[in-house]
């Protein structure tokens, strides 16, 4: 069973960056697409970033696009998310997931949840 464990949240301003991290257990992370969502509180959970086993393709939620920079080093296992120019409104929990679909858009097949990390963003 595969382990993902979110790190990297906390409280910034608006107009700040965070960088999260999530680290996988496994030899297999290379196979996934690796993605990321978040949930805020009374909302049901949102789909944000994903990337492409080998890195080179990415797709973003709306909110997002243009703010938040998803990458991956196979090496080490790891997928990241680097957030800027953060708004009260990303205030959320984030989760790192993974899909063994290698569409980026199909964003139901994402699973193997972490525990997430609080990020808020205060005005």
């Known amino acids: 069973q595969v382990q993902l464990v979110e790190s990297g949240g906390g409280l910034v301003q608006a107009g700040g960056s965070l960088r999260l991290s999530c680290t996988a257990s496994g030899r297999t992370f290379s196979l996934y697409t690796m993605g990321w969502f978040r949930q805020a509180p009374g909302k049901e959970r949102e789909f944000v970033a994903a990337i492409s086993r080998s890195g080179s393709g990415t797709y973003y939620a709306d909110s997002v696009k243009g703010r938040f920079t998803i990458s991956r080093d196979n090496a080490k296992n790891t997928v990241n998310l680097q957030m800027n120019s953060l708004k009260p409104e990303d205030t959320a929990v984030y989760y790192c997931?993974?899909?063994?679909?290698?569409?980026?858009?199909?964003?139901?097949?994402?699973?193997?949840w972490g525990q997430g990390t609080q990020v808020t963003v205060s005005s």
């Open positions: 997931a993974r899909n063994p679909t290698p569409l980026l858009t199909e964003v139901k097949g994402f699973g193997s």
